[in-house]
């Protein structure tokens, strides 16, 4: 590949930050875009961008992904051989309330950066979905071989909508797509809006945590290296297209044409209780539990089938949750200032 910069959307985000720090790591040049919103804290995006700009390598520019022109002119400038595309309004409880934002960056956003790969010779658009396509799907594990038409929240379904439009695209005009269906990521730099963060806030200040259906939810939390080495080496992998016989039933999660979808989770749900038990142990102090029923939006369980990548490359999930909450509170602690481990916690 030439010494051309990788794009990656959503670069101040979670998942974005990671991802552009360990390809920076390994030698490449990155573009970072993000429109640092205040969906959540707005300081804590400055601080992953604090971090990633003092790489040389890396170039940061502040963009709406609803912004068709701008979208447009940046794509011309750079004409990226790889996006990492993992801009996106996030959270199922937010899509109740503000339908509209997802319809902006989720699908209008989504659009300008299918436009852009078009036409500037992208070889590898690799996006992020979610675990949510899943929706009323009962038979665990989930796999991408499953059917998914029914979403049951509209961040979901805008998650389905952006692996159809990358396959419409795939189909028609040959560009390489590979869809991520994350399950709960979570480590270090973690969403203040997501169960653990919340979790943990909660226990430090000793205010009750919200546990719907009674914390009896099983959900696949998979740490954020993980999926950074997943995707990382999915880059230089872009799909080929798969052989289908004329009028076979096209397989869900590949095509006959350049697009497929991965699972990118620990192949191991945890129950929330069992989580709350981790948290409480490296925090030091016991959780009060407010108990609530199901959310609207909300599914029963996650848990991720990653056949396809432990076979395409060699993938497999290395992080317990006992590792991942133990580095996730060192950093919370870290950034956060957040009270001492009590000297229970440390002779443990």
């Not at 546990?211 to 959900?219: A, E, I």
Request: net charge neutral; proline share 6%; with cysteine.
């Amino acid at each position: 590949m030439p010494d051309r910069a990788i794009l990656v959307t959503g670069a101040a985000g979670f998942i974005g930050f990671h991802v552009a720090q360990r390809l920076l790591q390994s030698g490449q040049r990155v573009v970072g875009i993000d429109n640092l919103n205040s969906y959540y804290d707005p300081q804590l995006k400055l601080a992953r961008l604090d971090i990633l700009r003092k790489h040389p390598r890396f170039r940061f520019e502040r963009l709406e992904l609803a912004d068709r022109a701008a979208i447009a002119e940046l794509f011309a400038r750079h004409r990226f051989p790889v996006v990492v595309h993992l801009a996106a309004q996030a959270g199922v409880r937010y899509s109740l309330r503000e339908p509209h934002a997802y319809v902006d960056a989720n699908l209008v956003g989504f659009a300008n950066i299918l436009e852009g790969c078009r036409h500037n010779d992208c070889r590898h658009l690799l996006f992020a979905s979610s675990s949510s396509v899943y929706g009323a799907n009962r038979k665990l594990p989930f796999s991408v071989h499953d059917n998914v038409d029914h979403p049951i929240s509209l961040y979901a379904a805008s998650k389905k909508a952006n692996e159809l439009m990358a396959h419409s695209y795939s189909h028609l005009y040959g560009i390489p797509c590979t869809g991520l269906r994350f399950f709960t990521v979570y480590g270090p730099w973690y969403r203040p809006d997501m169960a653990l963060f919340l979790f943990a806030d909660a226990i430090v200040r000793g205010e009750p945590i919200r546990l719907f259906n009674g914390g009896r939810m099983l959900r696949d939390f998979t740490y954020i290296d993980d999926v950074t080495e997943a995707l990382v080496r999915l880059i230089d992998r872009a799909p080929r297209g798969a052989a289908y016989e004329l009028g076979e039933t096209p397989d869900p999660g590949s095509s006959a044409a350049p697009w497929r979808v991965y699972n990118v989770g620990n192949n191991r749900p945890e129950e929330l209780l069992r989580v709350v038990a981790v948290l409480e142990r490296e925090l030091g102090r016991e959780a009060k539990r407010e108990l609530l029923p199901m959310q609207p939006g909300d599914v029963l369980a996650t848990y991720a089938d990653v056949h396809e990548l432990a076979r395409d490359v060699d993938f497999h999930p290395a992080t317990s949750i006992e590792d991942g909450i133990r580095s996730f509170v060192a950093w919370y602690r870290d950034y956060h200032g957040a009270m001492p481990v009590s000297a229970a916690s440390q002779g443990r």
